[in-house]
């Protein structure tokens, strides 16, 4: 296997014929994340049915399917019921042409190196996509990334500077933990520390619980979306007074999850529920930066790119999230209570390690060799 990554093989052909390769192949990649992109929030195979308009359900042709020209010869409609096809699918097959591209200029002829940052390329760019619209990143995307990174490093040596698979796949596997475990101590910390905010609203103030947002004084509204994104996230409001259509609950307190609606010792589904309204001075809103899926995300990175990559990407991410949070929230189009997704962030930050000049990388690594001798003293060889 490793004779098919050596560079003196791939150097046979002239180099930018594999250029034009990898363009090609990365294309054709982008046209399947999209249908990654589309299919796996929604828990449907990316494999069957075969691509089909999501407005008429009529099968594409293959020639209606060709990444990038057929969007543009169609003009961006669908070529049976005309309706419109998104422009996002053109452009995730060129920026997936673009990657796989920049990885063979950067890394070629050296095969191993630029195939195996290919993968996580894609693997990002599907997670930042899915995690934009949909708050979430699909086990497919980290487990598989997870095991596709150990697999690849053990096969690729050169990903982790090793001189052979074993000792790659053990800086792999140290990469998995380390990332993975860094990033879940953040989030067990985070819960216990911030895991709700607490907002006074004033005396005797009526909030509603509409059917899709809770409505609170101000013509303000907070998506339930925005709070309940996980079964054990609850909003607690302790009331005064409660009404529903039917009944009315003096000195009560509310707690409504995505599975239950309690209202004193009341047990309800919230789906029963058509109006609810309570008179209160507070909320507490259930809050948290990062998800276990951020966890196991991080945990695929550190598997293709090291411990050292994940540090590296934390902090890089935690530094564009706030810039980005605050510019969201000061320019209004975000309130501070609202979730934002954290994956892009990560995926945006080991980027930027895959592709940062080999000095800065080699520096990074020293400096935290040293700050690790100075934390744990002893031998090192």
């Known amino acids: 296997m ?18 034009v390769v990898f363009f090609v192949f990365g294309a054709i990649v982008g046209s399947f994340l999209n249908v990654c992109v589309y299919r796996m929030p ?19 042709a293959w020639r209606h399917n060709i990444p990038m020209i057929s969007w543009l010869v169609l003009r961006g409609k669908c070529a049976d019921c005309r309706h419109p096809i998104s422009f996002r699918y053109p452009v995730v097959e ?3 042409a673009l990657g796989f591209l920049a990885c063979w200029l950067s890394f070629g002829p050296q095969a191993g190196l630029a195939l195996s940052y290919c993968i996580l390329l894609s693997l990002l760019l599907a997670a930042t996509l899915i995690d934009v619209e949909h708050f979430i990143i699909p086990d497919e995307i980290t487990v598989g990334g997870i095991f596709l990174g150990v697999a690849g490093s053990a ?21 998995l933990l380390g990332g993975a475990g860094v990033v879940y101590l953040i989030v067990r910390v985070g819960k216990l520390l911030f895991g709700r905010l607490r907002e006074e609203l004033g005396e005797n103030v009526t909030v509603v619980f509409g059917e899709e947002a809770l409505h609170l004084p101000g013509g303000r ?6 709070m309940l994104y996980r079964k054990t996230d609850t909003i607690i409001v302790p009331a005064r007074k409660v009404e529903m259509i039917d009944r009315c609950y003096p000195n009560a307190e509310v707690r409504l999850s995505q599975e ?13 529920v058509s109006y609810l309204e309570a008179v209160t001075d507070r909320i507490v809103i259930p809050r948290e930066a990062m998800g276990l899926g951020d966890v196991k995300f991080m945990g695929a990175i550190g598997a293709f790119l090291g411990w050292q990559a994940t540090l590296f990407s934390l902090m890089l991410s935690s530094f564009i999230g706030a810039l980005l ?17 954290y994956g892009p962030y990560i995926a945006a930050a080991a980027v930027a390690w895959i592709f940062m000049p080999a000095e800065f990388r080699a520096g990074w690594n020293r400096n935290l060799d040293e700050l690790w001798r100075m934390i744990v003293p002893g031998e090192w060889g």
């Open 325 to 341: 949070g605050v510019g969201l929230i000061l320019s209004g189009r975000q309130e501070w209570s609202s979730r934002l997704p």
């Open 155 to 175: 096969l690729v040596p050169a990903l982790h500077g090793a001189e052979s698979g074993t000792a790659s796949a053990l800086a792999s596997l140290g990469g």
């Open 94 to 96: 060129l920026a997936t």
């Open 260 to 272: 239950r609606l309690l209202i004193g010792s009341e047990s309800f589904d919230p789906e029963s």
């Open 2 to 19: 490793n004779n098919v990554f050596d560079p003196l093989v791939w150097e046979l052909v002239p180099f930018h014929f594999w250029s």
């Open 42 to 60: 929604r828990d449907l195979s990316v494999i069957r049915p075969h691509s089909r308009c999501p407005h008429c359900e009529g099968r594409i």
């Open 221 to 226: 509204e907070i998506p339930y979306g925005d």
